[in-house]
């Protein structure tokens, strides 16, 4: 199994069967693709902005809704293996990826597993024990997701930082060093974490003396 960051952006996702799995599912995906969950009832949880269809997926009703659809991914998550059979079937037979919530015989659970994922916009972190151990994933996402605290607001802060020294003309060793030692820095973390009024001043004073060292004056002055 080997990660990728997928756009979602303008596709679609079928989800089928609304239970808790379903949910969860629905969520995520819901973020970004247009979502529907196809199932004969719905648990009391949060399904985002998914639509909702009540409806049993048999063999019909599941090729009308992707030919209506045309989903890049069908989630498989109804309690019932021999469901998630047929729907995995439909799916690969329409050209979607498919990701089954449940053992799917020798190839253990088809194209597409959903990681722990830990999210600090615009960072996201993503774990997979390649389904083996959904219990591990989740913890290192707890262990992670710890670690990482502030990841989002560096990202921003780099990201700006970037422009501003492509933009000064800075040529690209010093604003690779420069970036470099923006991200190594403990004072600039520890600047992002801390939610106090001084911190902005805090952030701005510790990129400038890194900037200041690392990058020849012609460019900061
Ligand atoms: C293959 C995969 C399917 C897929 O891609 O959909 C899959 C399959 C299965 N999970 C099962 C059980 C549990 N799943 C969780 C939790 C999560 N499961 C997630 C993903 C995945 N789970 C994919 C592999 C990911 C990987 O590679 O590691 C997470 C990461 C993401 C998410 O679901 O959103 C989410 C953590 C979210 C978070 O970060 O919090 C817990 C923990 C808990 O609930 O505390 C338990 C109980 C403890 C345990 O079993 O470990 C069972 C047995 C069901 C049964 O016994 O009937 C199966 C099916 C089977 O194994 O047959
Ligand atoms: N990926 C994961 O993290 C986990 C996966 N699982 C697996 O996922 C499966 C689903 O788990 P839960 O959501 O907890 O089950 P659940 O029992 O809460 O929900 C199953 C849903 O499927 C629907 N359904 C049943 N037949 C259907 C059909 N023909 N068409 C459409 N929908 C149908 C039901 O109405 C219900 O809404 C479990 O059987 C298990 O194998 C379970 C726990 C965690």
Redesign the pocket.
């Known amino acids: ?1 080997i990660p990728l960051a997928f756009d979602f952006t303008d596709e679609s996702v079928l989800v089928v069967g609304g239970g808790t ?1 379903g949910a ?2 629905a969520r ?1 995906f819901a973020r970004e693709a247009r979502t529907v969950v196809l199932s004969p009832a719905f648990a009391a949880a949060d399904f985002g902005d998914a639509e909702l269809v009540r409806a049993r997926a048999d063999r019909e009703t599941l090729d009308a809704w992707l030919s209506r659809l045309d989903p890049a991914l069908v ?1 498989a ?1 109804t309690d019932d293996g021999g469901t998630n059979e047929t729907v995995a079937a439909a799916a690969r037979s329409a050209g979607a990826l498919v ?5 799917a015989g020798e190839r ?2 088809d194209d ?6 830990v999210r600090d916009d615009p960072v996201t972190i993503a ?12 913890r290192l ?2 262990r992670i997701g710890e670690a990482v605290d502030g990841a989002g607001a560096m990202a921003d802060l780099t990201a700006g930082l970037r422009a501003d020294l492509e933009a000064a003309g800075v040529p690209p060793e010093e604003r690779r060093d420069a970036l470099r030692a923006v991200v190594r820095s403990e004072p600039v973390w520890k600047a992002l974490r801390s939610a106090d009024t001084k911190s902005d001043q805090a952030v701005d004073d510790a990129v400038r003396r890194i900037v200041t060292d690392v990058v020849d004056t012609e460019y900061t002055t």
């Open positions: 199994m799995v969860r599912r995520r989630v998550a990701n089954r919530a449940d053992h253990a659970f597409v597993t959903v990681p722990a994922t774990v997979s024990t390649g389904g083996t151990s959904p219990a591990l994933a989740k996402r707890e």
